[in-house]
């Protein structure tokens, strides 16, 4: 047995960790718990909602003696169930973390040299109003651009709105979902969501194509896993890498990377081809399925063979399995599907085949999620752009359902089809997030203004002109989240402790930054609480209520067509679209057809990366807590492969992808379970910002050697597993 | 008397270090330090592979060795529930149990002391399970009286195929990973 002994496992988790501890998680952090008035006793709880990463799960945080000891799922929460994931157990540290950004920072030198000059709030959103104006003047209020992520964007867009921009856009979709979101609403007329209206819990078989349910730690996708697995559910999964999922799975499928489509492709074959489909909910829902049924007639388990890898018996059984258990069977759509530039075609191609087995609006399949009505604030109304936004021209992604971050960068970089000379970046790490690391620098440099909002000085707050410090989740109220899920509920965000410096809230921020614009009329509340409680009252609820439970609850509704909710398809047929014809109409394939992807050079490596259950994209490796749980990341070679080249696990090496990128040093794990044409690693390491003392060059960053990208024609999204590395051993 | 072991259910268990994180916060231990860990076994050539995944920490033997091995009495098998504890005060640092200890389950406190899991007996008294246990998403571990037939820990280990780790140490392990 590969047994990791204790005292081996600390010096893993725990290498290299730099603040000195005697006692305490975190060791004593010399003024961080400084009081501010009488020593607070006892302890103490306060309900909120989790911002480890964007999935909310409602929490319940614990204060001892006036310093924060842990955070737990909140029991009455439907995301958590009680029950946090191992990030948000760690939040704690986001608050500990000694890496935090303390104070306002003006660039003291030339970009990207992370030379500061610590300035008052009052010096720092005077700097960003003055250059807004200017550029305003100049160009226009179009021209500056906010890149967000999660619900804490919402009121600098709200400042950005009342300035008068369009354009704001996030990561999440051009560089994570959106294609699958592009493929469903080409299908079914709705996008999946988040979360995700998978009904895990009670599908009898769940397909896995590339999602690592378990490393990829949404809270509530890896409970019901865990309970899909726990009730006996077939798990089918299709991975080049023998994923935590995949050793859960009755099928594993190590296909070949890129022919997923093909996979697809052969599995409608066999259910069409062998009548194993949902014939009534077919007939009942389906348009144009006779033109779809002729189209995969070609695309048979021989067919896929060679493409894929996966032998024509296993395509088979697996085809049959999943009839078997429909409708009850959830082909998952996954979440992050940015991969090979066909990627909307592939999520589509998901959705029909979900179709087919009659999941979608079933039980064990896609329910229909709910939200409560808690009316918008009633701010004045927003002016009217002059200008449309700049991130999609003339649409030339004819499906792109929301902003393409890419495309801003593109026009920042070309000043078409007008200038963009502003960037305001709020908790979002563009330079690992977006592809091709060079492109974003070369839009950095045609700005006038760069503001970086964030709670640690990342890679791009490293190439800002103005720093704003945050305060923590757990030092700040929040937009109230009204969550769409299965029993619809509103939660509340509130402070737990204290700021540890002088970071605000992004709502103070905000709002300050539009008066300094003079746009306080947007800003009609005094306080955020104000805010807060008129939005509640709307909703018959209050602050008080929510301050005391965390979460006020609905009772769920009918979530399925067999309890009575209506199928309906906003789609242009009003139908499930087998044969798009507005897909057609674009020059586009009206039913998904395989495409091989490229081969890289002879010798290299594809490029493949991932989640691991303790970090969030990069933006958590500083979190002492985390980073004792996981401080740098490995590269996963094949066993075989590591033999041949002389490699063996712990030995550290650099990638070189197939542009000369080099990445930093990184530990080798010679393993069994990958595919000897592809190296995997996890995301978000490999820090560069001098700022990060914590996690700088722990690992190697997979977004420094992504310098490709194929760009889907659909929706605009960057394929991103179109790279290639070789090895090489570090000296 | 109770004897308070837990019943692990690898099938459930997607190793994701909730219960190593939980045990972190809860009981403060020190940086780099920890008194739960994560094990992945993979065997088998790609692509015909299986992989086990364990939680694992002190196992409250039956018949510990740390604390027949300890020169002061520090180590010792509470009256209640048998956990097998330290008491800080009387430890003299001697590392006698952390060499006794077959699952390298033990480290030296900075403080000067030999500490461990200690199935968070403040919170088992209270009537809550174990950080670990409460907190796992998974709802993979289970936490109860082995010696009453009709806990769910019990029933689990009678319904399902079950294994220790290193029985051969003959320590009598009292966590049991389902299998």
């Known amino acids: 047995m590969n047994n990791v002994s204790r005292r081996r496992f600390l010096k893993i988790t725990g290498a290299g960790a730099s603040v000195a501890a005697t006692a305490g998680v975190l060791g004593s952090l010399p003024g961080l718990r400084a009081a501010k008035g009488p020593v607070e006793k006892g302890i103490r709880t306060v309900p909120t909602f989790c911002d480890l990463c964007f999935w909310k799960c409602n929490a319940i945080a614990t204060v001892k003696d006036g310093v924060l000891w842990k955070i737990e799922g909140n029991p009455e929460d439907p995301l958590s169930r009680g029950r946090l994931c191992p990030r948000g157990t760690g939040g704690v540290g986001a608050h500990f973390d000694t890496d935090r950004l303390r104070a306002p920072l003006l660039r003291a030198s030339v970009r990207g040299e992370e030379k500061w000059t610590e300035v008052t709030w009052d010096e720092a959103l005077g700097h960003v109003a003055e250059k807004m104006l200017k550029i305003k003047a100049e160009y226009g209020p179009e021209a500056v651009a906010l890149f967000s992520h999660g619900i804490g964007g919402t009121f600098l867009k709200h400042t950005l709105k009342a300035f008068g921009s369009p354009n704001s856009a996030a990561p999440s979709y051009a560089q994570c979902r959106g294609p699958r979101d592009a493929g469903f609403e080409l299908t079914f007329g709705e996008a999946i969501g988040s979360p995700e209206r998978t009904d895990i819990q009670n599908a009898r078989c769940l397909v896995l194509i590339g999602s690592h349910l378990g490393e990829n730690m949404h809270n509530t996708q890896v409970q019901e896993f865990a309970d899909a697995i ?28 890129g022919t997923d489509i093909a996979l697809l492709l052969a599995w409608m074959n066999v259910l069409v081809g062998e009548g194993l489909y949902d014939k009534e909910y077919v007939a009942a829902h389906g348009f144009g399925f006779e033109a779809f049924a002729s189209e995969v007639l070609p695309f048979t388990p021989e067919w896929a063979y060679p493409e894929t890898g996966i032998e024509p018996d296993v395509i088979r059984e697996t085809a049959r399995e999943m009839a078997r258990h429909r409708p009850a069977t959830l082909v998952h759509p996954g979440r992050h599907a940015t ?35 808690v009316p918008a604030y009633p701010y004045p109304p927003y002016p009217k752009p002059a200008r449309g936004k700049v991130d999609n021209p003339d649409h030339r992604y004819p499906f792109a359902s929301e902003a393409i971050t890419t495309g801003i ?74 969550e769409l899920f299965r029993e619809p509920f509103v939660a509340l965000r509130q402070p737990v402790v204290e700021p540890t410096a002088d970071q605000k809230p992004n709502w103070w921020i905000a709002r300050e930054l539009a008066v300094k614009l003079g746009l306080g009329a947007f800003y009609p509340w005094k306080t955020i609480e104000e805010y807060l409680d008129h939005r509640l009252k709307g909703a018959g609820l209050s602050l008080a209520v929510l301050q005391k439970k965390g979460l006020v609850s609905a009772p769920r509704p009918p979530i399925y067509y067999e ?20 897909l057609k109409d674009k020059g586009f394939d009206p039913v998904p057809r395989f495409k091989r992807p490229a081969a890289g050079p002879p010798g290299s490596f594809r490029l493949l990366f991932g989640r691991a259950p303790v970090h969030t994209f990069s933006r958590t490796q500083t979190n002492p807590v985390l980073a004792q749980a996981m401080s740098e990341n490995e590269v996963w070679l ?35 379970a990958i595919r000897a044409d592809c190296v995997y690693l996890v995301h978000g390491f490999g820090h560069t910002a001098k700022g990060l ?39 | 008397m109770a004897r308070l072991g837990m019943v692990i259910d690898t099938r459930r268990c997607v190793g994701c270090m909730d219960c190593v994180v939980a045990c972190k916060t809860e009981n403060q231990t020190p940086e780099g330090m920890n008194r739960d860990w994560i094990t992945y076994a993979t065997r088998g050539r790609y692509p015909r592979l299986s992989m086990t995944i364990q939680s694992e920490r002190c196992n409250h033997c039956d018949n510990p060795p740390c604390v027949s091995c300890c020169p002061t009495g520090a180590s010792h098998v509470h009256e209640w529930g048998g956990f097998v504890l330290v008491t800080k005060e009387e430890c003299i640092g001697c590392k006698a149990c952390l060499a006794s200890c077959p699952y390298d389950a033990r480290y030296l406190h900075p403080d000067g002391y030999a500490d461990k899991c200690t199935f968070c007996i403040h919170r088992v008294e209270k009537g809550q399970d174990p950080a670990c246990v409460s907190v796992c998403p998974t709802r993979c571990m289970h936490f109860g009286d082995l010696d009453d037939p009709e806990s769910e820990v019990s029933r689990l280990l009678a319904s399902r195929k079950h294994h220790a780790v290193l029985p051969e140490a003959g320590t009598k392990p009292r966590i049991f990973y389902l299998e």
């Open chain 1, 563 to 582: 309890e009575g909710v209506p199928p309906q398809f906003a789609t242009p047929s009003k139908k499930i679209e087998f044969y798009s014809v507005q």
């Open chain 1, 409 to 482: 960068r593109e026009a920042t970089i070309t000043g078409k089809p007008y200038p963009v000379k502003g960037w305001v970046v709020y908790a979002t790490n563009l330079i690992q997030a977006l592809p091709n690391e060079a492109e974003t620098i070369r839009a950095i440099q045609a700005l006038d203004l760069l503001v970086v909002v964030d709670v640690v000085g990342s890679e791009i707050a490293g190439w800002a002109d103005v720093v704003l410090p945050e305060a923590t989740y757990l030092e700040r109220y929040e937009e109230l989240n009204v």
């Open chain 1, 638 to 672: 094949n066993a075989d492969e590591a033999e041949r080249a002389g490699l063996r696990t712990g030995d550290r090496v650099r990638l070189r992808n197939q542009d000369g990128v080099l990445s930093n040093p990184i530990k080798l794990k010679a393993t069994q």
């Open chain 1, 230 to 257: 726990g009730s006996g559910a077939t798990i089918i999964v299709a991975d080049p890498r023998f994923s935590i999922a995949a050793s859960k799975a009755k099928h594993y499928l190590p296909i070949k990377p």
């Open chain 1, 693 to 731: 003392r914590r996690a700088l060059g722990k690992g190697a960053s997979d977004a420094q050697l992504v310098t490709r990208y194929e760009t889907d024609p659909l929706m605009g999204g960057t394929g991103m597993n179109v790279n290639f590395v070789t090895l090489e051993r570090e000296a």
């Open chain 1, 339 to 373: 991969w090979y530039g066909d990627d909307a075609q592939r999520g589509r191609a998901i959705a029909l085949l979900n179709a087919l087995l009659g999941s979608w609006g079933r039980k064990g399949g896609f329910y229909q999620p709910a939200s409560m009505n």
